[in-house]
């Protein structure tokens, strides 16, 4: 069956300084990997996806993720953190193999300070 | 625009009462999804839809019903079975298959008192 973790419910960053929320995934095909952010009470808006080719892919708003397929893991990252980017983020995976439904991480709090 | 419609955003029913919400998309995408949000609990599938007139239950389908007559619109019924229905619901569609992303509205709050 497929699964996706996200370890950490908050992560604390100051403004400038580079972030990343952390996602791991397991499948047993190759997997589909994406990532979304949620503002306060709306709906989750598509950042990056991974399913084929380089390992560090780029999104929308200067956040990018770096795929590992030793480590089964697809970290977000950004290299300097803006107080607006403070909002809820999620990992999803899709087993490519199974072609199931996209599975949701718990979600991964980031608070920027300034 | 082309977009995700959800209606209502907000809605207070009283405990015994069936709730439908609705999800209206223009983004012509043949796949159609239901999704509840509980804090520190990220989404569960409730019901998804892969063609018109056709529906699978997703892993939390007790107590919903849905359906799919047309293409743009997939309603969401909350019926009085569902023992907790307060929650964030959140319709996606996808239209371009399993590599796809997922493309959501701005979700409805229901809350039962």
């Known amino acids: 069956a497929q699964s996706v973790a996200q370890p950490e419910d908050q992560v604390n960053v100051a403004e400038g300084n580079p972030l990343t929320v952390k996602c791991t995934y397991s499948v047993s095909g190759n997997p589909y990997l994406f990532w979304y952010v949620q503002y306060p009470n709306r709906g989750l808006q598509f950042l990056l996806k991974y399913i084929t080719g380089d390992n560090l892919v780029k999104g929308s708003y200067g956040f990018e993720a770096e795929f590992n397929k030793s480590q089964t893991s697809f970290h977000l990252k950004k290299p300097s953190a803006l107080v607006s980017d403070s909002a809820l983020y999620f990992c999803a995976v899709r087993d490519g193999g199974s072609q199931g439904n996209l599975i949701f991480g718990k979600g991964t709090k980031l608070s920027v300070k300034p | 625009d082309g977009g995700i419609t959800q209606s209502p955003k907000y809605l207070f029913r009283k405990e015994g009462q069936n709730v439908t919400l609705s999800c209206e998309q223009n983004?012509?995408?043949?796949?159609m999804y239901w999704y509840r949000q509980d804090p520190g609990q990220g989404l569960r599938l409730i019901y998804y839809s892969q063609i018109v007139n056709d529906f699978q239950k997703g892993d939390i389908a007790e107590g919903y019903s849905v359906s799919r007559e047309k293409k743009e619109s997939f309603p969401l019924t909350v019926t009085s079975a569902q023992k907790n229905p307060t929650a964030f619901y959140l319709c996606?569609?996808?239209?371009?298959?399993?590599?796809?992303?997922?493309?959501f509205g701005e979700g409805s709050r229901l809350t039962v008192l």
């Open positions: 996606a569609s996808s239209g371009q298959g399993y590599t796809g992303e997922l493309f």
């Open positions: 983004l012509n995408h043949d796949a």
